[in-house]
């Protein structure tokens, strides 16, 4: 298969987006960008293709497709003409596990991921442990849906540096859609972000724009990094070992 241009922006399409909302979000994130490669990710592929933005890729058991889009699910290895990997539906993995994988092998640089916020406790958990672990190779990963926006930093790809008005914008994409019977809520910047370390204790930890730095360093496995509140237009997270995940709520 003919390798991906790394330089896109690599968009994975999960079970649980909305097309609507895809939509708008595509139209508004990506219009100044390169190029985007939207990546269909199970039955993300048949809201993908509903939404009518462009399918690069689909990768996925597919066993929750509904049975029409499981016919455009063919054998010869296509959805729809747009090339596919078909995964084992019994495998240790998820689905997402695998798309992230395909994507680190590309060489991508940014990664967003919509659709796969929400629904099972268990499979949420999974999806920010498997976000977390492309951060190693993947040096931008955003997860971004109506719960909020969140950013997964490996140390070796820090320091990450974000914009309160870029983040504003980034979660305000994802509000209740307009219409004539309900407005969407008035924007308003973030106050907080979460920062909690993935795997074991992050160290070599600096915080800059924050009200709390990280005492000594290191963000312990704990409520350490719970509603840490902005204090400037831009904030910085670096550190020098481990890896943690920046959540800013809805």
């Not at 933005?53 to 029409?68: E, N, Q, T």
Request: glycine share 10%; proline share 5%.
């Amino acid at each position: 298969m003919k390798k991906l241009p790394s330089d896109f922006v690599f968009a994975l399409v999960g079970p649980l987006a909305d097309s609507e909302k895809l939509v708008e979000w595509a139209h508004t994130e990506f219009r100044k960008s390169a190029g985007v490669l939207f990546i269909g990710v199970d039955r993300g592929v048949e809201i993908l293709e509903a939404s009518g933005l462009p399918i690069s890729f689909a990768i996925g058991d597919f066993d929750s497709l509904s049975k029409s889009a499981r016919e455009n699910a063919s054998v010869d290895g296509t959805f729809s003409g747009t090339p596919m990997i078909r995964l084992k539906r019994h495998k240790e993995r998820s689905d997402l596990a695998y798309a992230l994988a395909f994507c680190a092998e590309q060489g991508a640089k940014t990664l967003y991921a919509y659709g796969f916020q929400g629904g099972r406790l268990d499979h949420e958990f999974a999806v920010h442990l498997d976000l977390s672990e492309a951060s190693r190779m993947i040096p931008r990963v955003v997860s971004v849906g109506e719960r909020g926006v969140g950013f997964y930093l490996a140390a070796k790809h820090g320091p990450l540096k974000l914009k309160r008005a870029t983040l504003s914008a980034l979660r305000d994409s994802f509000r209740p859609l307009g219409g004539r019977k309900i407005k969407p809520p008035k924007s308003r910047q973030p106050d907080f972000v979460s920062i909690f370390p993935i795997g074991s204790e992050a160290s070599g930890v600096r915080l800059r724009g924050l009200r709390f730095p990280a005492s000594g360093g290191i963000l312990s496995l704990s409520s350490q990094g719970l509603s840490n509140e902005i204090r400037s237009a831009t904030i910085e997270v670096s550190l020098t070992k481990g890896r943690v995940a920046l959540f800013f709520p809805a």
